[in-house]
């Protein structure tokens, strides 16, 4: 007898005869002998809906935090309930649980908290009466008893965080892609799916705007060693494991060649090179809720020094401002920004054991005559920034001769 | 400084902008300088919606209660949510409860829970720090954190009952009439708001049908002793408050004269007179979940009983067929039934000191030509029985004679 943990997403519970199908799925899981916990979103729509509510209230106003939170939070518990009725017309067991009722305690940060523990007993002690336990992904409660919710997208990490809370065999995430591809088979003709990915290249991977995954939930899953099942809601294939690298037979050089083109560029140049400058860009930066992610810093020959960096490019106009702020205080000769770029990069385990993958990537960028603009590099990881119009044919350039040919050589 | 529990129904909180009125109406009895607890149901309309999904979910299966519960409990939760934000966005402190939050602790009878206690202290600490407290209605949580509701209407029982716990001055019951009146102004002409009541008054007036208050939140103000102000959403007038029998100054001898179309009559004729009739015909009714009101039992000269009795409308045919049953164990004649039926009652704290106030009743509707079929009395109320279609002008004949002429006289 397993534990699973089955994780369905919006589209999956987005109407009355879509949540019958879900449980279908999870009652046709525990007659295989398993013990079943099912993790649900909002109904598709539901949360864009209730976030239309508080608008109307709020206008331009920012909605209290603690408040939107116990308002949104009623789209999960209405998944919750609805799907535990169905599960209980197929003659089987269940009983919903919201995030307080689950035990899922976190930090007080409304609208993005962070989960602090769980206590599983009560889903345990379900569990082992028989029953399928129905929780609501992406919500919380903090130490006063308050509603949080994780922030968008949160119910990944919901469901990896309560698999390793209850030390499940499994945590299936259903998805209406079968799998995690090497490349977007829409724009890679040759794309395949991966049967078996590391956690850390699968962070690389989500991080980088692969969007399978949340990257906070890859991050559980990898501390808490929780194996991970990607699949599709339509079939019953296999998808895509994700396990400890030393679980990874095959260890592909390149296992992935993603995209993300929702990122800008900002470039401070000609600062007078002393140290403090970085600190004094980043800290205001931050401070505005800017997430910073490439940082490259080069120094000219005059004794001055350029920063470029990039942000997401919702918080592009305000990132700019900072920055025009900022370079006139250090006597910075330029400011400038651009929005029309892409970070096109590569991953994979292997690119820790083969010197000279990066050579090949910018020989490949070469050949296509694309530009690189920044260069960043992680331990598994090659990202380069070029214009946007060049995304796609970087991406089907890099995995022909990067993937398909390493396959097939 | 008074403390204040203000309670806004379905209507009054239907849309966004209803939601900023009520806002401001809190708002205002706060700067004035007092405590305020506020308690609102769901937004009109939103239960009705919650029950459709889960009618659409189980189509003629009945919805496991616990379920139903915790899918019917979002529609508080979403206007308490969007309340606070309304009451914040006006530049003061408040903070929304669900029923788990506010301490509101039931028995586990999902769809119909009883309250337990309050544990009060939460809210209190807070009206301490100067907010206002946005409570959610009609739900509470029972042992084992469960979400249960109080059953239709449960919001008015939810704002008595936290009034009672925090000693509040006053519970307000805000509704689209403006107070309590001697009769239903569209009958009766001349029937005027009453200035105050008496608990035992509004008692029978509430079960008897009208439909200011709910029957449970009259009974636990009268418990605990809670002054209740009925009002008007709308102005700013006195409305009727309820209060010990001791505060009502004006002892009518009849204050309201009320009618109750909502139930059906059911008469089983010629049983042999035995012991035991009565158990044998009424347990399975309440085994059935029926509710029985007036019962009366003629005894015939031939040794016969006949027993009649009503019921809600709602459950008559079922009622009959169990009645149909025990009948032939009985060995009845006849078993027969009416639900085109009216209940019209006198309801007044001065008919415990008058004696004759029966007989005028059945004079006036003599004089009007009309049928008694049943009588029930108590303390301070006398029903009767008689056909559907003679209801108004019954109505209105006993409030020109009992209420009007005695007012007058």
């Not at 331009?60 to 939070?73: G, I, K, M, T, W």
């Not at 037979?249 to 470039?267: D, F, H, Q, Y």
């Not at 292997?350 to 331990?379: P, R």
């Amino acid at each position: 007898m397993a534990l699973i943990v089955q994780k369905f997403g919006g589209t999956s519970v987005g109407d009355i005869e879509r949540i019958r199908n879900v449980a279908r799925r999870v009652v046709a899981t525990k007659e295989e002998g398993n013990q079943v916990v099912v993790c649900v979103s909002a109904m598709a729509g539901e949360t864009n809906n209730l976030d239309a509510l508080a608008r109307e209230m709020c206008g331009e106003a920012h909605p209290e935090p603690r408040e939107f939170d116990a308002l949104v939070s009623t789209g999960e518990q209405k998944t919750i309930a609805l799907l535990a009725m169905a599960i209980k017309l197929l003659g089987h067991e269940a009983r919903s649980f919201t995030g307080a009722q689950m035990g899922m305690k976190t930090d007080s940060s409304h609208t993005r908290a962070r989960i602090q523990s769980i206590d599983s007993e009560g889903l345990r002690s379900h569990l082992d009466r028989g029953s399928i336990c129905v929780i609501a992904g992406f919500q919380g409660v903090d130490s006063e008893g308050s509603i949080t919710t994780l922030g968008r997208g949160g119910s990944d990490t919901s469901a990896v965080a309560v698999a390793a809370a209850l030390e499940a065999d499994v945590c299936e995430i259903y998805t209406d892609v079968d799998g995690v591809y090497t490349a977007d088979p829409r724009v890679a003709e040759h794309a395949r799916k991966l049967d078996r990915i590391s956690f850390e290249e699968m962070l690389e991977l989500a991080s980088l705007g692969a969007k399978v995954l949340q990257t906070r939930s890859v991050k559980f899953a990898m501390r808490y060693g929780v194996p991970i099942h990607v699949r599709s809601s339509f079939g019953s294939d296999e998808g895509t494991w994700m396990v400890p690298e030393e679980d990874v037979m095959e260890r592909l050089v390149v296992s992935g060649v993603t995209c993300n083109v929702n990122e800008a560029k900002i470039r401070v140049s000609n600062v007078p090179d002393q140290p403090g400058i970085a600190v004094r860009l980043f800290t205001p930066l931050g401070e505005a809720g800017i997430v910073v992610d490439m940082i490259v810093q080069n120094f000219a020959s005059d004794g001055t020094t350029d920063m470029t960096f990039t942000v997401p490019r919702s918080d592009f106009s305000r990132a700019l401002d900072i920055a025009m702020k900022v370079g006139e205080e250090l006597q910075s000769a330029l400011v400038e920004g651009d929005d029309a770029i892409a970070k096109v990069s590569i991953v994979g385990l292997g690119m820790k054991d083969h010197a000279g993958v990066a050579t090949k990537m910018f020989q490949v960028l070469a050949d296509e005559n694309i530009n690189i603009q920044m260069i960043g590099t992680s331990e598994i990881k090659i990202s380069v920034v070029i214009e946007e119009d060049s995304a796609d044919a970087a991406v089907r350039a890099l995995h022909a001769a990067l993937v398909d040919d390493a396959a097939s050589g």
